[in-house]
Structure formats: C-alpha cells, structure tokens
C-alpha cells in the first residue's frame, strides 16, 4: 500500500501512469520496487503479471523512456528465492509478462544509446499486414451466425453479413488493422437491414476515405526523406522490376549501394518493404496508396 500511494495517477483510458513527485525514491525505482511486490504477490496466488503499454512510441521524453525500460528490464530479470519440494530453495524469476506495442521503428528509439538495456531484455516482434484469408475467417462467423444486438423494440436482434460484403472489407482495409476496423465500423453504421451487404459497406467507406489517406500518410510522412524517396521510386516501377539497382536508378543513384542501408532500414526498422528478389511491399496499404486510387472505390 505504502507503494501504491506513490502512484499519483491511473488515466481512465488507461494510456499512463505518472509517479508523485514527493518525497521518496525517484518515480522510476518506485515503479520497480511496486513491480516487485507485485511479482511476489503473483507466486504466492500461482498467477501471472501482465504489463501492457500501447502507442509507446508516445513517450517522447528520451529520459522518461530510459528509466522505464529500465524498470521493467530490471524487473524481468529478478531473481526470488522460493520453496521446492523436498525441502530445497531454489531462485526463479518472477511471473512478469510486459508486452509494449506501437510503431516498428520503436525499437530503433529504444536502443542502449538512449541508455536502456532494450535490445537485450526484450524480444521484437514486427507484424506484418494481415493476411486476406485470416481477415475472412475471422468474418466467417459473422456471416454464418450474425451478432447479436439490441432491436428498436428493446429486444434482441441479429445482424449478419453478406459474403460480397466482407470480401468487400477485406479488400478495402489492405490488410491494416485500425484500417480493417474502421472499415467494419462504418460498414456497421452504414447498414439500415439485418444483413451487411456490399454496397452499405462501399457507402460506409466513402465517409472514410479521408480517414484512411492520413492514416497512410502519417506513416510515409515520419520517414525521413531519403527514405520516403525510395518508396516513392519503388512505387514508380513495375512490381517486377522492383530491384536495388533499378530503385536507386529511378532515384537517380549511380549505384545500388548507396541505397542499400536505406532499403534495409525500411525492411527491417519501418516494417513497410521485403527486400527479395523483387523487392515487394510489407504494408499493402502504403503500396495501394501511391499505386493505384485507393482509397477511393466505384
């Protein structure tokens, strides 16, 4: 408890935690010390700690961020003496789980020249666009069995989906998580029946289009420029000729070496290309984009 009163706030959305700025240990070796306890507290009721922190590209503060990634590397690699049977103590870690999620380049942001062990207490996952045949099993349910739902006579309703409709989500949302749910968002409000069908789910896009455009755009305009010209020049060519030598060609580059840490940077930092043979887009949204009309529909 003495360590949960330096907890000075929990956001209702619960994006933050901030520390009191009191009297005691610095807001960092609080946070440890409570992750501790916590972690205790998990063994002795046979449970385990899970640590979500979302959009964590949002910590800006370079020494905010250290000290967090501290903290919770510290605390992953705590070690407690505890009984076994037969009398033995052995040492175990702690049953702590943090996941954090955001950008892919967060990792970059995250490395030991910002003074935090990142690279070696934690493991990067980056996650590609969704796959079509995931994305229509995952409807699959709603279109055979519906979702239930409150009717205008305060009873319950069912709606379901058409098949046409949810290949038409599928293929608007370009794989892309945020954009696949606004998608079936604005399919949902668009739907005046108790079946989704293709035509509600284009008129509920058509309101989002603009919303669909900023979200690619943020992700092309937070690149640097030698980066966001080589997706351009990319884009510019045929998907087979969408080779290093041919990019750096189109960026008026005499060689493809002087390309090559740029593209590898957008491989495996920004998680937007697959450098193969051709080079091809990871983020499906990006390549429809500024190849073809998307996200505007007929």
Same mark, same amino acid.
């Not at 330096?6 to 956001?11: D, L, S, Y």
């Not at 990019?247 to 189109?250: G, N, S």
């Given at each position: 408890?003495d360590?949960?009163s330096?907890?000075?706030?929990?956001?209702i959305?619960?994006?933050?935690?901030?520390?009191?700025?009191?009297?005691?240990?610095?807001?960092?070796?609080?946070?440890?010390d409570?992750?501790?306890?916590?972690?205790?507290?998990?063994?002795?009721?046979?449970?385990?700690? #899970?640590?979500?922190?979302?959009?964590?590209?949002?910590?800006?503060?370079?020494?905010?961020?250290?000290?967090?990634?501290?903290?919770?590397?510290?605390?992953?690699?705590?070690?407690?003496?505890?009984?076994?049977?037969?009398?033995?103590?052995?040492?175990?870690?702690?049953?702590?789980?943090?996941?954090?999620?955001?950008l892919?380049?967060?990792?970059?942001?995250?490395?030991?020249?910002k003074?935090?062990?990142?690279?070696?207490?934690?493991?990067?996952?980056?996650?590609?666009?969704?796959?079509?045949?995931?994305?229509?099993?995952? #409807?699959?349910?709603?279109?055979?069995?519906?979702?239930?739902?409150?009717?205008?006579?305060?009873?319950?309703?069912?709606?379901?989906?058409?098949?046409?409709?949810?290949?038409?989500?599928?293929?608007?949302?370009?794989?892309?998580?945020?954009?696949?749910?606004?998608? %079936?968002?604005?399919?949902?409000n668009?739907?005046?029946?108790?079946?989704?069908?293709?035509?509600?789910?284009?008129?509920?896009?058509?309101?989002a289009?603009?919303?669909?455009?900023?979200?690619?755009?943020?992700?092309?305009?937070?690149?640097?420029?030698?980066?966001?010209?080589?997706?351009?020049?990319?884009?510019?060519?045929?998907?087979?000729?969408r080779? #290093?030598?041919k990019?750096?060609?189109?960026m008026?580059?005499?060689?493809?070496?002087?390309? %090559?840490?740029?593209?590898?940077?957008?491989?495996?930092?920004? %998680?937007?290309?697959?450098?193969?043979k051709?080079?091809?887009?990871?983020?499906?949204?990006?390549?429809?984009?500024?190849?073809?009309?998307?996200?505007?529909?007929?």
């Open positions: 408890m360590l949960l330096r907890v000075e706030q929990v956001a959305s619960g994006f933050s935690l901030a520390m009191g700025g009191g009297e005691g240990p610095e807001p960092f070796t609080a946070l440890f409570l992750l501790i306890e916590l972690g205790q507290a998990a063994i002795d009721q046979d449970a385990v700690i #899970l640590i979500h922190i979302d959009e964590v590209q949002n910590i800006t503060d370079e020494a905010a961020l250290s000290q967090l990634l501290i903290a919770l590397g510290d605390a992953l690699s705590y070690e407690v003496e505890v009984s076994a049977p037969g009398g033995l103590y052995v040492t175990r870690f702690l049953p702590i789980a943090v996941y954090l999620t955001g892919p380049d967060f990792e970059d942001m995250a490395g030991a020249r003074g935090a062990t990142f690279a070696r207490r934690f493991r990067t996952t980056t996650l590609t666009a969704l796959d079509e045949d995931d994305l229509l099993e995952a #409807l699959q349910p709603f279109i055979l069995e519906g979702w239930e739902t409150q009717d205008d006579e305060h009873g319950i309703a069912r709606v379901s989906m058409s098949q046409e409709a949810a290949k038409a989500i599928v293929a608007l949302c370009c794989g892309e998580p945020f954009l696949f749910q606004l998608a %079936g968002q604005r399919a949902w668009a739907a005046q029946t108790s079946v989704i069908s293709e035509d509600q789910v284009v008129t509920g896009w058509s309101g289009e603009g919303e669909a455009s900023a979200h690619v755009e943020r992700i092309l305009n937070r690149l640097p420029t030698r980066e966001h010209e080589f997706i351009d020049a990319m884009a510019a060519l045929p998907p087979a000729d080779k #290093l030598t990019i750096a060609e189109q008026g580059m005499t060689a493809a070496t002087q390309v %090559g840490p740029t593209s590898q940077r957008l491989d495996t930092v920004r %998680g937007i290309i697959t450098r193969g051709p080079y091809s887009f990871r983020n499906r949204a990006v390549e429809a984009y500024l190849t073809t009309d998307w996200p505007r529909v007929n």
